[in-house]
DNA sequence: GAGAGTTTGTCTTGTCAGTGAACTTATACG
DNA sequence: CGTATAAGTTCACTGACAAGACAAACTCTC
């Protein structure tokens, strides 16, 4: 016997003891979120905001205990109390608890190939100021281009109303992120590597101060999809660029791995005597239905944007159609596979397979059919993207004040203001 | 707006109200995992069992507290004092916590290809009773092979000492399983499909009362391999048979999916121009590492067991190496996907891997490393399992054991005896 | 329009499981 | 045999929630 007899779930792994305190803690996360979901799960403008007393009842805490915790959390300024609302039905009106609008807001960022960004959300999930800068950025100077960034960032930051505060900024980048704070490893299309990218970006007047975390693009992406609720709670999120990307949600939760670097679905072997890849294996997905590949199948300028195939394939361009048909089945191989090792749901088509899904997702779909061993109980659905343009940086402001959603306590003191 | 502005963590997610008894079961587990922990995790009989003390210290609970959750487990049977222990040193003399022995019980079951067995384990990891049949139950009657088992639940019962509380027992099948209690959907080797086995087991005297539940083959053979701790806490284990399964294991936790059905690593694709499988598509892994594609390759019956394979290409037969190698340069490729999509520090070799691993390891190795996009900062382990032969059997009982340690709270006015 | 009925939110008391510190117990050492 | 030291116990105190009374605000009915 030199192991421990019997393991604990993650739950218990937590090996902190419990105290008094810890109480409060759990209460109070379990309180606003339950204002942060009612204000998201609305049917269109048909449910009032959840009252103290609804509170109470849907999450079995007593109203006395129910009201001292949102007075808390009302004087941490992560909930507002609305006008009582005129209901025609006997009996005192109910206060509306909603989340607080511009108080606390996330900073969520992105560097990809073609474009920067910064954008800000306040826990309604409102944007409160957005900047972005359309260029080039392949082999680019990771000092260059960061600085930018925070100049972008200093922007954002003067859009927001005074009764801001920053709780923090998480930036997306297409390639291997350490989990929560470590080093870029590698973006193979921006052509970085090894990139200390908290320090460089902390160095600047604009971001200092600020706790910065990184993370992949596609399960940022793939965070914010989840949070549109579309694709149910257990999905892969694909995201197609010029590389490919990947992200798995199970609960609702992003798997990230080990290390951080789970989804490299583009370097799937989907032909081992296939044509050579950067990076350096045979036959990876990436060059079946990449952006380049397929744009390059499709008898077509790889500069050109999708939308250019898209109308092609639109006006019957039948060398089109056959390049998406085959991009379709490798991508259809490759995901089978990957539904056959990690049992979800659904597949949503993120990134340029969004707009190309009318031409891809019935071979998707085909391959899942056959391929997949579960296949004849519980089917995959092959779904679109919902997250909008830019997703990621969505996502990424997500994290942000998810932090914050999780632990409220930690906000209980903090003090108005940037 | 239609929705959640911002997601909570899995662990909120529980949206559990915590009131004053919560404490008492968090710490309460809290208190007991750590017994259990110090009990498996003592290098060659160096350090003795925790003290009340020493648990104080080690949780941060005040010794006030953990004498009084100490004193509830000792009363539920689930921690022994051991008589004060001879230390030299000043101070009173402590009271050594050990996992009581032979009092609560997890029952692991198996019914596979070639033969069917249960064991009965306790909180110190002890085997208390084991009974296997070995047998050919390709295509079998699950009733009648169901009946057999039962009457070897029955018979590990009766070795149990009479202070032996069962807490219940987990079924280790090799297919796919709905997740917790729901139906077999599809065992390809045994030939069953859609066979609800809890209510044909629980039919059974020997089993009636007792709850019961079904896991994959190697999701459970994971959980032992985790619990032997040697292939750390984030890894993939394959189980070869004549089917092909994996598990994923992540900060220690089993992976199972949306429904429970991941870890089909036997139908991941190889090459799309494959040989046709049993289960429809073309060139799956099967047909290239599976035991029979194996054996066949090597030029031998597909009867014959492993060992005679083993020995054929210790003797210098050529046929044979080939076969392997080229067996392991296939499972390489299937496994250099996975990990690109599911970012594991280590592939553990299990069930016929396991001794044929000195002639798999190097292919596999070198796949990964030439076609992992990470492998240039962490290179994927791969090891050898470390689970005994009945490792499904011990991790079936080891979940059983585990959901007591997860919530001892509910043990404590459980009565002595079966 | 006054009172009954209803629902919301607050307030008070009781309970429970922790903390902290003193106290008891059991050993070693000079 | 007294002193030092460490383990385990006991008890007053505290914080957080439950339970239920109470106050507030509104509708409905007679």
Redesign the pocket.
């Known amino acids: 016997m030199t192991h421990p007899a019997v393991p604990t779930a993650a739950t218990a792994r937590r090996r902190v ?5 810890s ?2 803690e ?3 996360a379990l309180v606003l979120r339950h204002v942060l979901d009612a204000a998201g799960a609305t049917a269109p403008g048909a449910e009032t905001p959840p ?4 509170v109470a009842t849907a999450t ?6 129910v ?5 808390l959390l009302i004087g941490a300024r992560l909930v507002d109390e609305l006008p ?1 609302v ?10 509306p608890l909603v989340p607080a609008r511009g108080t606390v807001v996330g900073l969520g960022a992105e560097v990809n190939v073609d474009y920067i960004g910064v954008r800000a959300l306040d826990l309604a999930g409102q944007v409160l100021a957005h900047r972005e800068t359309a260029g080039d950025y392949r082999h680019s100077d990771p000092a260059a281009v960061l600085a930018l960034l925070a100049g972008l960032v200093g922007q954002v930051r003067a859009d927001l109303p005074a009764s801001a505060r920053v709780a923090g900024m998480c930036l997306a980048l297409p390639g291997l992120v350490d989990r929560v704070t470590g080093p870029l490893r590698l973006a193979p299309n921006l052509g970085w590597r090894d990139v200390d990218v908290v320090a460089l970006l902390t160095a600047h007047p604009e971001v200092d101060g600020l706790p910065v975390r990184l993370a992949n693009e596609a399960n940022l992406a793939a965070r914010a999809e989840a949070r549109a609720g579309a694709a149910g709670q257990s999905f892969l999120y694909v995201s197609g660029e010029v590389g490919i990307g990947a992200a798995v949600v199970l609960d609702g939760e992003v798997f990230a791995g080990r290390h951080g670097w789970s989804g490299e679905l583009g370097h799937t072997v989907v032909d081992q005597q296939g044509p050579r890849c950067t990076c350096g294996a045979r036959g990876c997905l990436e060059q079946y239905a990449g952006k380049d590949a397929l744009l390059r199948a499709a008898g077509r300028d790889v500069e050109e944007p999708v939308e250019a195939l898209l109308a092609a394939v639109a006006a019957g361009d039948e060398r089109a159609a056959r390049a998406l048909r085959s991009a379709g089945e490798a991508l259809g191989v490759a995901l089978a596979n990957f539904v056959n090792l990690v049992d979800v749901e659904t597949v949503v088509l993120g990134g340029i397979y969004a707009p190309l899904a009318p031409w891809l997702t019935d071979a998707v779909t085909a391959q899942l059919r056959s391929r997949v061993l579960a296949s004849a109980w519980a089917q995959a659905r092959v779904g679109v993207a919902a997250g909008g343009p830019h997703a990621a940086m969505t996502g990424a402001a997500v994290v942000v004040l998810r932090a914050v959603a999780d632990d409220p306590a930690a906000w209980l003191g903090a003090p108005a203001g940037a």
């Open positions: 003891p419990a105290r008094q305190g109480l409060r759990h209460n109070l009252s103290r007393a609804d079995g805490l007593t109203r006395g205990a009201s001292a915790l949102v007075d009582p005129v209901t025609a039905r006997a009996g005192r009106p109910a206060v």
